[in-house]
């Protein structure tokens, strides 16, 4: 089955600074890579994602690139604010086999 | 608000009880997903029914066990619970397998 890596498990950026988390997959068949941003306390909410027939796709300051080959992905995030501060998953995966990463906690310094 | 519906917000319950967590999917998704968040910790996959009809399984304890009615409503059943079993339960939909998963807002279980 599939299996998903997440790094890093902590990031602290400075407000107005980019943030970067990488994202590893195992298998090749997994054409859907969505990203996942859960605030303290509240409910995992998808911020972005990308299919496997997409290299990248950007939302204003959210970005997410995808390297089939390498199978890994990335969400970058710009100008990150105090309100970015959350844990973000990643996922992959096709059809009822979906996996998520163990998350990453980012925290913005003002 | 994601659509999608979780009862109760909050259960406080003891040890070797058994609880029942419901989930109302957004209207028009056939697919259903149970997760369970521990403390501090990312989210595990228990188990997806997809029309009715189990289709992934993942940690799922045997003490566990859910169903999706033809309503296309799910019921997660925890038994015999124990302590370890204290966490936040999240139920999410979609429209098909593998397509953008809506969470709900979570039942938190307190077993003591």
């Known amino acids: 089955g599939e299996n998903v890596e997440q790094h890093p498990s902590t990031l602290s950026v400075q407000e107005g600074d980019s943030a970067v988390i990488k994202c590893t997959y195992s298998?090749?068949?997994?054409?859907?890579f969505p990203w996942y941003k859960q605030e303290l306390g509240k409910r995992p909410q998808l911020i972005i994602d990308i299919r496997s027939n997409v290299g990248e796709k950007k939302d204003q300051r959210i970005a997410v690139t995808l390297n089939k080959t390498a199978k890994h992905f990335s969400l970058h995030i710009t100008e990150t604010q105090p309100e970015d501060s959350a844990v973000y998953f990643c996922a992959a995966g096709y059809g009822q086999n979906f996996v998520f990463g163990p998350g990453t906690r980012l925290s913005v310094l003002p | 608000d994601s659509g999608v519906t979780q009862t109760p917000k909050h259960l406080i319950t003891a040890t070797g009880q058994r609880v029942t967590l419901r989930c109302s999917p957004r209207s028009g998704d056939l697919s259903v997903y149970w997760y369970q968040q521990s403390l501090d910790q990312g989210l595990q996959f228990l188990i997806q029914y997809y029309n009715g009809e189990e289709r992934a399984k993942g940690n799922i304890l045997e003490r566990f066990s859910a169903q999706q009615f033809p309503d296309l409503h799910s019921e997660l059943n925890l038994s015999s619970l124990e302590l370890g079993d204290s966490a936040l339960y999240f139920c999410?939909?979609?429209?098909?397998?593998?397509?953008?998963?809506?969470f709900g807002a979570g039942t938190r279980l307190s077993v003591l």
């Open positions: 298998d090749s068949a997994s054409n859907y």
């Open positions: 999410a939909s979609s429209v098909l397998q593998g397509g953008i998963q809506y």
